[in-house]
């Protein structure tokens, strides 16, 4: 099912380097306010997982592909995306999605 507003969402699963977990939530907290108000940002929630120190998963839902590749790119100005991708041990698992609706989203 595809949503006809053109939205898209992801689910990102980032694996910090051995005991690098909180510091990779933190920087990904700063790159969310730096997402606070950028155009087509939906919504850009930083989660952790409880029983994977080093795992962090990123809740994303975009306006459209084009607002996601711009915050991705950098357009919005540094945000620290290069702080976050030093912290990395592999490149992040992403999980595209078609968001639908619900709580916290409008329609």
């Not at 689910?11 to 306010?33: F, I, K, N, S």
């Not at 912290?87 to 709580?103: F, I, N, R």
């Amino acid at each position: 099912m595809s949503d006809p507003s053109g939205r898209v969402g992801r689910y990102v699963r980032m694996t910090a380097r051995p005991g690098q977990g909180a510091a990779l939530a933190e920087t990904l907290l700063r790159v969310a306010d730096g997402l606070r108000g950028a155009p087509g940002c939906e919504l850009y929630v930083i989660n952790t997982s409880p029983d994977e120190d080093d795992v962090v998963w990123v809740t994303e839902v975009w306006a459209d592909e084009e607002a996601s590749d711009r915050a991705l790119s950098g357009e919005l100005g540094e945000v620290g995306i290069g702080d976050v991708l030093e912290l990395l041990a592999g490149p992040p698992e992403l999980v595209d999605l078609t968001p639908l609706g619900g709580a916290g989203l409008s329609r």
